[in-house]
């Protein structure tokens, strides 16, 4: 199972406390992983990621492993941590504006 | 007795403010979706207990939410707002072209007669609809589509449509506003759409008197005189006598005609009501006095309301969606501020008392009769 953390926000608009499991099918990327998230909270669609371009908001940012995924392409593999369970997925608020 | 029920948007979250008829004694509940802008909540005309609300963060973009119980409950709904076709361009601040990109719902209208059908106007402008509760959105692009759009700039605050005005009888009929385009009406449903500026005069623009290019603030009509609308504009309030053809001022001896609200009384056609501001800079009322300024004849004739309102150091502003009147008799009148009030007034505003005083700053306030 692939662990995902949600900022406070949208924890609240799925109405979900802590951390989320979610079964994806094939290989776990981020792309994989957010298509998993939507479809079992589709009120998080449009919130993560554009409708219609499927690109991360702009003040949203994915960190796993102590590492900055925002900017890696969607296809690209999670760490195997990530995949095996072993360290969670972050979607991340940025610190920007009041 | 009957109750009212104040619906108020603010930038931090919504609160739902009720009381009974006699309009004194107020129950306040919220923050509802707290730290999100709620730039508007708006009950169904068809349903009281059917609520919309538009949510909204720079973080994580548009929601809308639903309630089927007088806002008790919320569910999320769709908030997918997909620009017909290819959206093509309008004019950006510095003249050039720039891409349609959806940024947030401003108002939502629900319709007169059927609590599924919802219409929201959005910024970049354009006009939705939803016949599904707002499950799903269609653009109305026949707007959007006019000859004049590709030429339409945002205001200071953004391109948006801001006010969507129904024919009480014929559902054929709409008026929008969009800053800084200005009123267009359609007479088929939505399919087609023309400007109805003519008689608008702004500094500011190349040609004052163009037919598109206004930064119109505010509609209000009474329903039972659907040919008579009024406007607040960027400066000068504004009337028209048929149905938007033509626009003559009345701004009178209002001792700023700058302002964001207006509206009518809700039993006497000929009673508005607006809140002058001193300018479009100094966003506050002048001389730190907060006045409603009410019209018993439609216009040109103006009496300052000032009982129970700050009368000194007051330099808040009231945007154009925060002000609202019931239905009540007398008729209540109610606004917010962006200082975090909500006034209400029993008496058709010769009076004013604060239901709250301390909540972010107020985007939107609507009220809503409940039986």
């Known amino acids: 199972m692939i662990r995902v953390m949600l900022p406070a926000h949208l924890r609240t608009l799925a109405h979900v406390a802590g951390e989320i499991s979610l079964h994806v099918e094939g290989q776990v990327t981020q792309r994989s992983v957010l298509d998993a998230l939507e479809v079992r909270y589709p009120m998080l669609r449009g919130t993560v990621r554009d409708h219609a371009t499927q690109r991360r908001r702009a003040f949203v940012r994915f960190f796993a492993c102590e590492q900055d995924l925002s900017h890696d392409l969607p296809d690209v593999p999670l760490p195997q941590a990530v995949a095996t369970g072993a360290e969670p997925y972050l979607v991340v608020g940025a610190m920007a504006g009041g | ?371």
Not at chain 2, 57 to 84: C, L, M
Request: charged share 20%; proline share 7%.
């Open chain 2, 1 to 371: 007795m009957s109750g009212v029920r104040v619906l108020v948007g603010t930038r931090k979250g919504a609160f739902i403010l009720t009381s009974d008829g006699k309009r004194d004694r107020w129950d306040v509940s919220g923050p509802h979706f707290g730290g999100w802008e709620i730039y508007h909540v708006a009950g169904s005309p068809a349903d009281p207990a059917r609520l919309y609300a538009s949510q909204s963060s720079g973080w994580f973009g548009q929601v809308i939410q639903r309630s089927d119980d007088g806002g008790k409950t919320w569910q999320p709904v769709g908030n997918q707002f997909a620009y017909d076709g290819v959206p093509g361009t309008h004019q950006w601040y510095d003249g050039t072209p720039h891409p349609w990109e959806f940024a947030r719902v401003w108002h939502l209208e629900g319709s007169l007669t059927d609590p599924d059908t919802v219409y929201a106007g959005v910024e970049d402008a354009a006009l939705f609809r939803s016949i599904d509760g707002g499950q799903s959105w269609q653009e109305l692009s026949g707007l959007r589509d006019h000859d004049s759009g590709s030429s339409w700039q945002p205001g200071a605050g953004g391109m948006c449509l801001h006010t969507i005005v129904q024919h009480p009888n014929d559902p054929g009929r709409i008026f929008v506003a969009i800053s800084s385009a200005g009123v267009f009406r359609t007479d088929d449903g939505g399919k087609t759409w023309r400007p109805t500026n003519r008689g608008l005069h702004s500094v500011g623009i190349p040609d004052p008197a163009a037919e598109v290019g206004h930064c119109v603030h505010r509609l209000a009509m009474h329903p039972a005189r659907p040919d008579v609308l009024f406007m607040q504009k960027h400066w000068d309030v504004m009337r028209s006598d048929d149905a938007g053809e033509s626009w003559h001022e009345i701004s009178g001896n209002l001792p700023s005609d700058f302002g964001f609200p207006i509206d009518v009384h809700a039993h006497e056609p000929d009673t508005i009501y607006v809140i002058p501001i001193k300018s479009d800079s100094e966003h506050y009322p002048p001389e730190g006095r907060l006045r409603v300024y009410r019209s018993r004849t439609g216009g040109h004739e103006w009496e300052a309301l000032t009982a129970g309102l700050p009368q000194r150091d007051c330099y808040t502003n009231v945007l154009r969606d925060a002000m609202a009147v019931d239905s009540l008799d007398p008729c209540g009148v109610y606004f917010g501020t962006t200082g975090g009030q909500v006034y209400a007034s029993a008496d058709a505003g010769d009076n004013w008392a604060p239901i709250v005083r301390d909540l972010p700053a107020v985007l939107s306030v609507e009220v809503q009769l409940l039986p």
